[in-house]
C-alpha cells in the first residue's frame, strides 16, 4: 500500500493549550492563536479530558508547571487516553531525566517555554505532519486504524480499548481487506495452536461491532468474514 503523505494546514488544525501562566499564554501563545481553526485553553487536568474527548484536537502543548497540576499524572492520561495526539512540553528543566520523563508520556519534543513564537509555529508544524507519517485507514464516523501505533482510534483521537484476540482479528482483516476471510485461515492466523469455536469467534465479533462499528465486519454465511473497505488517507 502506497503511503500518503499530505501537509496538514494549521488554519485548518485544533490546538489545546494546557497553561495557567498568562505570561507564556501572552507572549508565547497569543501571536499565533490566529493561524488556527480553533484554540482551546485551561489548566486543569479534567476540563482538557473533556475537550480532548469532544473536539477533535490536532496537537496539545502543556505547560510543565501548572500549580494545580500533577505533571506526571497529566501526562500519563493524555499518553493513555490520546497516545495519537502529538504533544509539545513547554519547560524550561530540560535535565536528562525530565527528558526522559517527557518523552516516555509521549512528548513529541520538548522546548523552552520563552520560545519565540514563530519558532514554536514550526514546531507545531512539524510535529503535526511527522506525527502523521503513516497511512491511516478510515471506516465509518471517523473511526479509523494508524497503521505505525497499530491502534483503533475514534474520530476524536481517543484509543478503542481491544483484548490482543480482538486486535489480531481485525489486523488480519485489514490485511486482507476486500477478500473474504475463512475461518480456517482466522484460527490459524489469530488463535494460533489455541482452541478456538465459532462461537469464540462470534463472540469477538460481536464486541469488535460494539467496539469499533456495527458495520466493520460482514458475515459471509458458512464462508467467512469480510472488513468494511475503508479509505485510506495521511
Known amino acids: 500500500?502506497?503511503?500518503?503523505?499530505?501537509?496538514?494546514?494549521?488554519?485548518?488544525?485544533?490546538?489545546?493549550?494546557?497553561?495557567?501562566?498568562?505570561?507564556?499564554?501572552?507572549?508565547?501563545?497569543?501571536?499565533?492563536?490566529?493561524?488556527?481553526?480553533?484554540?482551546?485553553?485551561?489548566d486543569e487536568t479534567s476540563k482538557a479530558f473533556e475537550i480532548l474527548k469532544n473536539h477533535k484536537i490536532?496537537?496539545?502543548?502543556?505547560d510543565a508547571k501548572i500549580p494545580q497540576i500533577n505533571f506526571r499524572s497529566c501526562c500519563f492520561g493524555l499518553d493513555k487516553k490520546f497516545s495519537n495526539i502529538p504533544k509539545i512540553i513547554l519547560s524550561d528543566e530540560i535535565d536528562d531525566d525530565f527528558l526522559t520523563d517527557a518523552l516516555n508520556f509521549g512528548a513529541f519534543i520538548v522546548l523552552q517555554p520563552n520560545i519565540d513564537p514563530q519558532n514554536l509555529k514550526l514546531a507545531i508544524n512539524f510535529s503535526m505532519n511527522n506525527s502523521k507519517c503513516c497511512s491511516k485507514l478510515v471506516f465509518a464516523d471517523g473511526i479509523y486504524y494508524d497503521e505505525k501505533k497499530e491502534q483503533f482510534f475514534t474520530k476524536e483521537?481517543?484509543?478503542?480499548?481491544?483484548?490482543?484476540?480482538?486486535?489480531?482479528?481485525?489486523?488480519?482483516?485489514?490485511?486482507?481487506?476486500?477478500?473474504?476471510?475463512?475461518?480456517?485461515?482466522?484460527?490459524?492466523a489469530v488463535w494460533k495452536d489455541k482452541k478456538m469455536s465459532v462461537y469464540t469467534m462470534r463472540n469477538i465479533i460481536s464486541k469488535l461491532r460494539i467496539k469499533i462499528h456495527p458495520d466493520i465486519v460482514t458475515n459471509h454465511s458458512n464462508k467467512g468474514y469480510s472488513l468494511d473497505i475503508p479509505k485510506i488517507c495521511s
Not at 476486500?178 to 480456517?184: F, K, L, M, R, S
Request: charged content about 20%.
Open 58 to 62: 490536532d496537537i496539545v502543548i502543556l
Open 157 to 188: 483521537n481517543a484509543v478503542i480499548e481491544l483484548t490482543r484476540l480482538e486486535l489480531s482479528f481485525m489486523q488480519l482483516m485489514i490485511e486482507k481487506r476486500g477478500e473474504i476471510v475463512d475461518y480456517p485461515t482466522i484460527k490459524e
Open 1 to 42: 500500500m502506497k503511503q500518503v503523505r499530505i501537509l496538514k494546514a494549521l488554519n485548518e488544525s485544533n490546538l489545546l493549550f494546557i497553561s495557567s501562566n498568562s505570561q507564556i499564554i501572552s507572549s508565547v501563545l497569543n501571536p499565533i492563536a490566529n493561524c488556527f481553526y480553533q484554540v482551546f485553553i485551561t
